[in-house]
């Protein structure tokens, strides 16, 4: 196994310290670069591994913060915090520039070549970036297929990937049919992903504390997702040295 470093980052933004989690490849030259949005609760050990399974494959990773250090495992105030923040496009592409400033500063981080991942919330994040107009080789979400203010799709710049549960009530078809429609219009190289049988958040392993109805992990659709994430960054941000 390849060695990476690893480290906790504090940073502010949304009126907060945020900590997030950076991990970097064995060596010493430039790496493309991938930011990594948690799920609503916020950063966990589950962001944290998949920094060091990016970094494992030679990208300098990221898992970015939403609540200044904080797990929410009560689902109210989760979704007290998240859904105000989800309906402000300009408070989440703050939370996103702020990482995005911690990730372009670290040595190591090729700047031409970054790229957005991110699980709801943090999903969310990733595409309003991409709708303002940040360079990104490509963008990854999973339970994200939130919408943007009108036209501003537009913007974005590289390949949409994105995956989601078919029996996710959080995301039904109305939402998935909103979100295609806009990349369509947009004009957008996009690909939507649906994981037969899947509830919402069916990427992340089980936790001991209270969940939202309608979330379930599903170990096979899971690892399928990651996959087809880790393709994406060998095709837009191949790692050449």
Do not use: K
Not at 31 to 51: F, H, K, Q, T, Y
Not at 100 to 119: H, K, N, Q, S
Not at 208 to 223: E, L, S
């Amino acid at each position: 196994m390849t060695t990476v470093t690893t480290r906790t980052v504090e940073y502010p933004a949304d009126n907060l310290t945020m900590i997030g989690y950076l991990a970097l490849p064995a060596g010493a030259g430039r790496r493309p670069a991938v930011l990594i949005g948690p799920e609503g609760m916020g950063l966990s050990d589950v962001e944290r591994r998949r920094a060091e399974a990016l970094a494992e494959l030679g990208y300098v990773a990221l898992a970015f913060d939403l609540h200044g250090g904080r797990y929410l495992e009560d689902p109210e105030e989760m979704l007290a915090r998240c859904m105000p923040l989800l309906a402000d496009p300009d408070r989440m592409r703050g939370i996103g520039h702020a990482a995005l400033d911690v990730l372009r500063a670290e040595p190591r981080a090729d700047l031409d070549r970054t790229a957005a991942l991110g699980y709801g919330t943090g999903g969310a994040v990733a595409l309003e970036l991409g709708r303002d107009g940040v360079d990104l080789r490509a963008i990854a979400t999973v339970n994200a297929l939130t919408t943007g203010r009108p036209g501003e799709a537009a913007r974005i710049r590289c390949p949409v990937w994105a995956g989601v549960g078919s029996e996710d009530p959080i995301m039904p078809p109305a939402q998935r049919n909103a979100f295609t429609e806009e990349m369509r219009a947009a004009g957008i190289d996009w690909r939507l992903v649906v994981y037969g049988g899947a509830l919402h958040a069916f990427h992340h392993p089980p936790v001991d504390h209270a969940v939202p109805p309608g979330v379930g992990y599903h170990p096979r659709h899971a690892q399928r997702a990651w996959r087809d994430i880790v393709d994406l960054l060998a095709e837009c941000l191949p790692v050449t040295n």
